[in-house]
């Protein structure tokens, strides 16, 4: 069973940063299209950047410009650069397949407040 761990959330002022890490020790992630997708407060899990096995970003809207997603095949992770945080980014982050595929992890959280 493939089991996807994200950790690196937390309680962040509003312009401030966060890196937000996807691994899994079951499986390599090398050949899989990746995204992170992010469920906020009573909404739908919504997804917001993925990176291609080749590396090629793309993004949700609203996160471009101040979100970067990439991988390091090499240590099997997967990243969430995530830069001039605002309140309507806050909800709890998960990494999976592009399209979702695996079992979902436990997300992490990430609070946008002042």
């Known amino acids: 069973q493939v089991q996807l761990v994200e950790s690196g959330g937390g309680l962040v002022q509003p312009g401030g940063s966060l890196r937000l890490s996807c691994t899994t020790s079951?499986?390599?992630?090398?050949?899989?299209?990746m995204a992170w997708y992010r469920q906020a407060p009573g909404k739908e899990r919504d997804w917001v950047a993925s990176?291609?096995?080749?590396?090629?970003?793309k993004y949700e809207d609203s996160v471009k410009g101040r979100f970067i997603i990439s991988r390091d095949n090499a240590k099997n992770v997967i990243y969430l650069q995530m830069n001039s945080l605002k309140p309507e980014d806050t909800g709890r982050y998960y990494c999976?397949?592009?399209?979702?595929?695996?079992?979902w992890g436990q997300g992490t959280q990430v609070t946008v407040s002042s």
């Open positions: 990176v291609y096995a080749a590396g090629t970003p």
């Open positions: 999976n397949q592009n399209p979702q595929r695996l079992p």
């Open positions: 079951t499986r390599g992630l090398t050949f899989y299209d």
